[in-house]
């Protein structure tokens, strides 16, 4: 370790009289962090920029040549190293004398622009790629680089990284920390120390940490410092395993991610790709990050005794403090396969053998059960995210009802066995359990790694091959385990696999002890009854395995989905052993890269799909909805489904209704009487008629007809960014529609008044009188109308417009606005699709807010929680207008089944007091994120009631200039960290937060935090 005694210490000023001297640049100087060099930018006035370095004076003379010499060799090669600039002299090494520190050897190499990684706060996966591949071309180039200096004895080199520990590991005082250093090199001496012997060499960086590596590049938000521009400092070079190079790179990439092995698996898979490792190098990669991050740790320890009060060292081991123990608990074999797949390569070479022995030795096999499970006697049971069979309720006593709907559907189809599929993924207790119902991550263990044989209870088990035990469990029932079972098979040379069965009764195997011989078709054990098996029914468990990991029986039985590639290569197909014909399995389904082909062949272009990475949902539960591969998302975006996804009584009601009678109005039925009778209870006086229709399209529709009919005029009056639905007559009447992409404009009868936006509209917050101004706009229409001799038929708007923005109207102005109308003899439509049913929290209709009374009201979106139906509430007098003779009728509108569901939304949103949790849970979230909008320039306004709530991205404070890409990137950013939620607004800006009401706190603060992680990384 070089002196810090000899460390320099020169000024800016004396730095840059010596770039001017001895190199002719003269500019401005900045200094530029280094530890024992000093490094420092030079700008000179035409924009150039170069970095001066001084050279610690103990410095070897041979080892910057060496640098220079290697610099100026990677610059034939690759274009993201610094390319040296020679002084005055000629020379490339300019020696500088300091009185305090001594000589020191300057030189001057050509500035890269980027940002240090380290900086970087949002690191892609593309970026670890991009690293991984930058690194490799390096790597690549350097096997053609000599030079004597490097082969050196350096405590940087992982070479030696066993004794550099073993020298310093005694000034680690944290003992924990020093027992997973020690755990960790003892795994290295053991392991990895031989195998590098037969590695290849060559000269190598030897420290791509985070702030030698510059990030920069891209041309949007999502790409940008999302690629490598420069790697620096060739300091540490050394002639070493050139594998220690992506090794050093992933150390220090790992820490403080989320997902270290991920993060690693990137930067390999970029460098395999350009610079191909074999396999010994990938099986020592994980060893060896596990070291470099050991022997930081030694070293920062060691300089820690020597300077106490330099509080850097100690903060700079933190992250390390906290890896360490996270990949210690990572089973190096299993870090090997999880490289290797991101190489492409087999993650388990040793399964090969097995799958092929068990392929080719199918013949050999003892049926488990007794007999061969056949077309006859078994049935392969659906038990995935969208299966009928389970629940979607956490809380639901599912073993029981599961149980007899499996005996049901066995009996149905006349087989003796239900047999569960492998690599299904399903409904993890863990991904939404009560104690932990917010996905944190996202990401929950949730595809099976095993297969079940679901069978009458004490139906003897039959060991498949001859074995021996591995290890056994004979009685969990108290955790609902259940027993395990391991037997290890040796059958051939190279060829050891393991069967775990779970699902033996405790007494069926009391008898089995460790290390026994099993005879190949020996009775082990029985199917365990149903409560020894915690409420499931009796079935037995079995997973093929060919290393076991240390895990014994507790192996795991599902894995991540992400994970699935690598889970699936070292926990084999179990039907290698039961050997159900493929006829019995049905036809997959549709993957989503499918799906996605089939709807661009089937659908119109016109229907959007969301998001940059469509998602497939295939399962909704309260606010929850599942992805095709067991994602669990928070669902922030849809306001339909207001009492929660699935409720439970909402489809009882539904079923039950649609068993006895679906049928129409012209039948007398109390269903449509009950349902209006208490949807009219909602509302104000005098509204009390009620029509029932299929869609708010549908009932805006008819509101127009209604208002023409009582009024006998034509003329309306909307908002600007208004959406009322998708007729003619409504896109007419929806300027976000007509005056948009595609739009034609408003015909003459429609009158378009400014929306009172008291964020980005010409009367603002401040204003006391905004509210009667912003009426006087529909005033003005109202007497340019009186001036050509008409009248408007009528007002429709969103009490609080959604589409146009989440706006909240300032006081007075619906109140102003409907007196305006009214006095000119129109009618008033208060479209509530988005507002109503307690949503804004304050009050039950959003128009109740403004205290206004609407003479028609539109109902739709939340009040089926999903099933189609939309309303209308108006009074008796509006409605007597429409009785002209021309009947109305809507086939579906207020059919039975449609009523009896209505009726249960609204008794449900009532019985829960949803409003109030709105209001609660709402006012929360709004005031987290007013405290973002403090911190976080991008945000211009926070604005909403309950869970109706808007936040408007903006480019600029005073010119309000919309931040609609930034709006769009949020968003998905948002979905990537599993939060659904969309943006709206005329000028697409406005990220709209609309969940099911049921939402919880804890979901408000998943929302926030997650909300300022990605303002934090991409806006701060
Ligand atoms: C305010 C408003 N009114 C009416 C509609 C039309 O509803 P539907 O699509 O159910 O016909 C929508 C739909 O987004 C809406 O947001």
Same mark, same amino acid.
């Given at each position: 370790?070089?002196?810090?005694?000899?460390?320099?210490?020169?000024?800016?000023?004396?730095?840059?009289?010596?770039?001017?001297?001895?190199?002719?640049?003269?500019?401005?100087?900045?200094?530029?962090?280094?530890?024992?060099?000093?490094?420092?930018?030079?700008?000179?006035?035409?924009?150039?920029?170069?970095?001066?370095?001084?050279?610690?004076?103990?410095?070897?003379?041979?080892?910057?040549?060496?640098?220079?010499?290697?610099?100026?060799?990677?610059?034939?090669?690759?274009?993201?190293?610094?390319?040296?600039?020679?002084?005055?002299?000629?020379?490339?090494?300019?020696?500088?004398?300091?009185?305090?520190?001594?000589?020191?050897?300057?030189?001057?190499?050509?500035?890269?622009?980027?940002?240090?990684?380290?900086?970087?706060?949002?690191?892609?996966?593309?970026?670890?790629?991009?690293?991984?591949?930058?690194?490799?071309?390096?790597?690549?180039?350097?096997?053609?680089?000599?030079?004597?200096?490097?082969?050196?004895?350096?405590?940087?080199?992982?070479?030696?990284?066993?004794?550099?520990?073993?020298?310093?590991?005694?000034?680690?005082?944290?003992?924990?920390?020093?027992?997973?250093?020690?755990?960790?090199?003892?795994?290295?001496?053991?392991?990895?120390?031989?195998?590098?012997?037969?590695?290849?060499?060559?000269?190598?960086?030897?420290?791509?940490?985070?702030?030698?590596?510059?990030?920069?590049?891209?041309?949007?938000?999502?790409?940008?410092?999302?690629?490598?521009?420069?790697?620096?400092?060739?300091?540490?070079?050394?002639?070493?395993?050139?594998?220690?190079?992506?090794?050093?790179?992933?150390?220090?990439?790992?820490?403080?991610?989320?997902?270290?092995?991920?993060?690693?698996?990137?930067?390999?898979?970029?460098?395999?790709?350009?610079?191909?490792?074999?396999?010994?190098?990938?099986?020592?990669?994980?060893?060896?990050?596990?070291?470099?991050?050991?022997?930081?740790?030694?070293?920062?320890?060691?300089?820690?005794?020597?300077?106490?009060?330099?509080?850097?060292?100690?903060?700079?081991?933190?992250?390390?403090?906290?890896?360490?123990?996270?990949?210690?608990?990572?089973?190096?074999?299993?870090?090997?396969?999880?490289?290797?797949?991101?190489?492409?390569?087999?993650?388990?070479?040793?399964?090969?053998?097995?799958?092929?022995?068990?392929?080719?030795?199918?013949?050999?096999?003892?049926?488990?059960?007794?007999?061969?499970?056949?077309?006859?006697?078994?049935?392969?049971?659906?038990?995935?995210?969208?299966?009928?069979?389970?629940?979607?309720?956490?809380?639901?006593?599912?073993?029981?009802?599961?149980?007899?709907?499996?005996?049901?559907?066995?009996?149905?189809?006349?087989?003796?066995?239900?047999?569960?599929?492998?690599?299904?993924?399903?409904?993890?207790?863990?991904?939404?359990?009560?104690?932990?119902?917010?996905?944190?991550?996202?990401?929950?263990?949730?595809?099976?790694?095993?297969?079940?044989?679901?069978?009458?209870?004490?139906?003897?088990?039959?060991?498949?091959?001859?074995?021996?035990?591995?290890?056994?469990?004979?009685?969990?029932?108290?955790?609902?385990?259940?027993?395990?079972?391991?037997?290890?098979?040796?059958?051939?040379?190279?060829?050891?696999?393991?069967?775990?069965?779970?699902?033996?009764?405790?007494?069926?195997?009391?008898?089995?002890?460790?290390?026994?011989?099993?005879?190949?078709?020996?009775?082990?054990?029985?199917?365990?009854?149903?409560?020894?098996?915690?409420?499931?029914?009796?079935?037995?468990?079995?997973?093929?395995?060919?290393?076991?990991?240390?895990?014994?029986?507790?192996?795991?039985?599902?894995?991540?989905?992400?994970?699935?590639?690598?889970?699936?290569?070292?926990?084999?197909?179990?039907?290698?052993?039961?050997?159900?014909?493929?006829?019995?399995?049905?036809?997959?389904?549709?993957?989503?890269?499918?799906?996605?082909?089939?709807?661009?062949?089937?659908?119109?272009?016109?229907?959007?799909?969301?998001?940059?990475?469509?998602?497939?949902?295939?399962?909704?539960?309260?606010?929850?909805?599942?992805?095709?591969?067991?994602?669990?998302?928070?669902?922030?975006?849809?306001?339909?489904?207001?009492?929660?996804?699935?409720?439970?009584?909402?489809?009882?009601?539904?079923?039950?209704?649609?068993?006895?009678?679906?049928?129409?109005?012209?039948?007398?039925?109390?269903?449509?009487?009950?349902?209006?009778?208490?949807?009219?209870?909602?509302?104000?006086?005098?509204?009390?008629?009620?029509?029932?229709?299929?869609?708010?399209?549908?009932?805006?529709?008819?509101?127009?007809?209604?208002?023409?009919?009582?009024?006998?005029?034509?003329?309306?009056?909307?908002?600007?960014?208004?959406?009322?639905?998708?007729?003619?007559?409504?896109?007419?009447?929806?300027?976000?529609?007509?005056?948009?992409?595609?739009?034609?404009?408003?015909?003459?009868?429609?009158?378009?008044?400014?929306?009172?936006?008291?964020?980005?509209?010409?009367?603002?917050?401040?204003?006391?009188?905004?509210?009667?101004?912003?009426?006087?706009?529909?005033?003005?229409?109202?007497?340019?109308?009186?001036?050509?001799?008409?009248?408007?038929?009528?007002?429709?708007?969103?009490?609080?417009?959604?589409?146009?923005?989440?706006?909240?109207?300032?006081?007075?102005?619906?109140?102003?606005?409907?007196?305006?109308?009214?006095?000119?003899?129109?009618?008033?439509?208060?479209?509530?699709?988005?507002?109503?049913?307690?949503?804004?929290?304050?009050?039950?209709? #959003?128009?109740?807010?403004? $205290?206004?009374?609407? &003479?028609?009201? *539109? +109902?739709?979106?939340?009040? /089926?929680?999903? @099933?189609?139906?939309?309303?209308?509430?108006?009074?008796?007098?509006?409605?007597?207008?429409?009785?002209?003779?021309?009947?109305?009728?809507?086939?579906?509108?207020?059919?039975?089944?449609?009523?009896?569901?209505?009726?249960?939304?609204?008794?449900?949103?009532?019985?829960?007091?949803?409003?109030?949790?709105?209001?609660?849970?709402?006012?929360?979230?709004?005031?987290?994120?007013?405290?973002?909008?403090?911190?976080?320039?991008?945000?211009?306004?926070?604005?909403?009631?309950?869970?109706?709530?808007?936040?408007?991205?903006?480019?600029?404070?005073?010119?309000?200039?919309?931040?609609?890409?930034? #709006?769009?990137?949020?968003? $998905?950013?948002?979905? &990537?960290?599993? *939060? +659904?939620?969309?943006?709206? /607004?005329?000028? @697409?800006?406005?990220?709209?937060?609309?969940?099911?009401?049921?939402?919880?706190?804890?979901?408000?603060?998943?929302?926030?935090?997650?909300?300022?992680?990605?303002?934090?990384?991409?806006?701060?």
């Amino acid at each position: 370790m070089s002196n810090l005694a000899s460390t320099p210490v020169f000024s800016d000023m004396e730095a840059a009289e010596i770039a001017a001297a001895f190199f002719g640049i003269s500019g401005r100087v900045t200094p530029l962090p280094g530890e024992r060099d000093q490094n420092f930018l030079v700008t000179t006035k035409n924009g150039r920029s170069c970095v001066l370095k001084i050279a610690n004076a103990a410095e070897d003379r041979s080892i910057l040549e060496a640098q220079h010499q290697a610099m100026d060799f990677l610059g034939r090669h690759v274009s993201f190293c610094p390319k040296t600039m020679p002084a005055r002299s000629g020379d490339h090494l300019v020696p500088v004398h300091s009185e305090k520190t001594g000589t020191h050897l300057v030189r001057l190499v050509s500035y890269i622009q980027g940002t240090p990684m380290g900086l970087v706060k949002r690191r892609s996966p593309g970026l670890f790629m991009d690293l991984g591949r930058s690194l490799g071309l390096m790597d690549k180039a350097l096997a053609g680089f000599s030079h004597p200096a490097v082969h050196r004895d350096f405590h940087w080199d992982l070479a030696h990284a066993s004794g550099v520990v073993n020298q310093y590991i005694s000034h680690v005082t944290d003992t924990h920390l020093r027992d997973l250093i020690a755990q960790c090199t003892r795994e290295f001496e053991n392991t990895t120390l031989a195998l590098l012997q037969t590695l290849r060499k060559s000269v190598i960086h030897n420290d791509a940490n985070d702030y030698n590596v510059l990030a920069g590049g891209g041309t949007d938000l999502y790409s940008r410092n999302q690629s490598v521009t420069g790697i620096i400092d060739f300091g540490d070079m050394v002639y070493s395993h050139t594998v220690c190079d992506p090794a050093i790179a992933a150390a220090y990439a790992v820490l403080d991610m989320p997902d270290p092995l991920q993060t690693a698996a990137g930067i390999i898979k970029g460098y395999h790709q350009v610079y191909p490792l074999d396999d010994t190098e990938i099986s020592v990669l994980f060893s060896l990050i596990c070291m470099r991050l050991c022997v930081s740790a030694c070293l920062a320890a060691f300089q820690h005794k020597q300077r106490p009060d330099d509080p850097y060292l100690r903060i700079s081991q933190v992250p390390i403090k906290k890896m360490l123990p996270i990949l210690a608990s990572v089973d190096p074999a299993f870090a090997t396969g999880v490289f290797r797949f991101s190489c492409g390569l087999e993650p388990f070479p040793k399964s090969r053998p097995v799958q092929a022995w068990l392929a080719e030795n199918r013949h050999l096999c003892f049926p488990v059960m007794g007999e061969p499970l056949v077309q006859e006697n078994c049935t392969v049971l659906d038990l995935g995210l969208d299966s009928p069979f389970v629940s979607g309720d956490p809380t639901a006593p599912a073993p029981d009802a599961f149980a007899r709907h499996l005996s049901a559907r066995l009996k149905q189809t006349g087989a003796g066995y239900g047999i569960g599929r492998y690599k299904e993924a399903r409904l993890g207790q863990a991904s939404f359990s009560k104690k932990n119902p917010v996905p944190k991550k996202g990401i929950t263990p949730c595809v099976h790694l095993c297969m079940e044989v679901i069978a009458p209870q004490d139906a003897p088990v039959y060991a498949p091959f001859a074995g021996r035990i591995h290890s056994v469990t004979k009685n969990r029932a108290a955790d609902h385990q259940g027993t395990a079972l391991v037997l290890e098979h040796t059958p051939g040379q190279d060829i050891v696999f393991y069967t775990i069965f779970k699902g033996l009764s405790s007494s069926s195997i009391a008898c089995l002890s460790l290390g026994e011989t099993i005879e190949k078709g020996q009775a082990m054990g029985a199917v365990a009854s149903l409560s020894e098996n915690g409420g499931w029914p009796p079935h037995v468990r079995l997973q093929l395995v060919t290393d076991l990991m240390g895990y014994g029986s507790d192996f795991p039985y599902a894995c991540c989905r992400d994970q699935t590639g690598v889970w699936t290569q070292i926990s084999l197909d179990p039907n290698l052993v039961f050997q159900i014909p493929d006829t019995c399995f049905p036809i997959p389904k549709p993957t989503k890269q499918e799906t996605l082909a089939a709807r661009r062949r089937r659908i119109s272009d016109n229907l959007s799909i969301g998001y940059h990475d469509p998602v497939k949902i295939v399962r909704g539960w309260q606010q929850y909805l599942f992805d095709d591969t067991g994602r669990q998302f928070l669902d922030a975006y849809n306001n339909v489904p207001h009492v929660g996804h699935c409720h439970p009584a909402v489809i009882q009601a539904g079923v039950k209704q649609m068993k006895c009678l679906n049928t129409n109005t012209r039948y007398l039925h109390d269903a449509i009487i009950v349902y209006a009778d208490k949807l009219s209870a909602t509302m104000p006086e005098p509204l009390e008629v009620c029509f029932f229709l299929n869609s708010a399209s549908e009932a805006n529709e008819l509101a127009v007809r209604l208002a023409k009919a009582h009024t006998g005029q034509k003329d309306f009056i909307v908002l600007e960014g208004a959406y009322h639905g998708n007729t003619n007559t409504l896109i007419d009447m929806s300027p976000y529609k007509h005056g948009g992409p595609g739009g034609e404009g408003p015909p003459d009868w429609v009158h378009t008044a400014p929306v009172a936006d008291v964020y980005r509209g010409p009367y603002k917050k401040a204003d006391p009188l905004a509210g009667k101004k912003y009426a006087d706009h529909v005033q003005n229409i109202i007497q340019n109308l009186a001036a050509d001799n008409k009248k408007p038929a009528g007002f429709m708007a969103e009490s609080y417009p959604s589409v146009g923005g989440q706006i909240i109207f300032p006081s007075a102005y619906l109140a102003g606005v409907y007196d305006h109308v009214r006095a000119a003899g129109g009618v008033c439509i208060a479209d509530e699709v988005q507002t109503g049913y307690g949503r804004i929290g304050t009050h039950f209709y #959003a128009f109740l807010a403004q $205290n206004v009374v609407p &003479d028609i009201v *539109i +109902l739709g979106k939340p009040i /089926g929680n999903g @099933h189609p139906i939309a309303a209308l509430v108006t009074t008796k007098e509006i409605a007597q207008s429409f009785v002209t003779g021309m009947e109305f009728f809507s086939t579906f509108g207020g059919n039975t089944v449609s009523c009896a569901i209505g009726q249960k939304v609204l008794e449900i949103t009532l019985a829960q007091n949803l409003q109030e949790n709105a209001q609660k849970v709402g006012t929360h979230l709004l005031e987290r994120l007013h405290s973002l909008k403090k911190r976080y320039q991008v945000i211009g306004d926070v604005r909403g009631s309950g869970l109706f709530i808007g936040m408007e991205l903006v480019r600029d404070h005073n010119t309000l200039e919309p931040a609609d890409q930034e #709006a769009a990137f949020v968003v $998905n950013r948002m979905r &990537d960290k599993g *939060i +659904l939620m969309g943006t709206d /607004g005329p000028l @697409h800006n406005v990220v709209k937060i609309r969940p099911p009401l049921v939402i919880t706190k804890q979901d408000a603060d998943f929302i926030a935090d997650t909300m300022e992680e990605i303002f934090a990384q991409d806006f701060a």
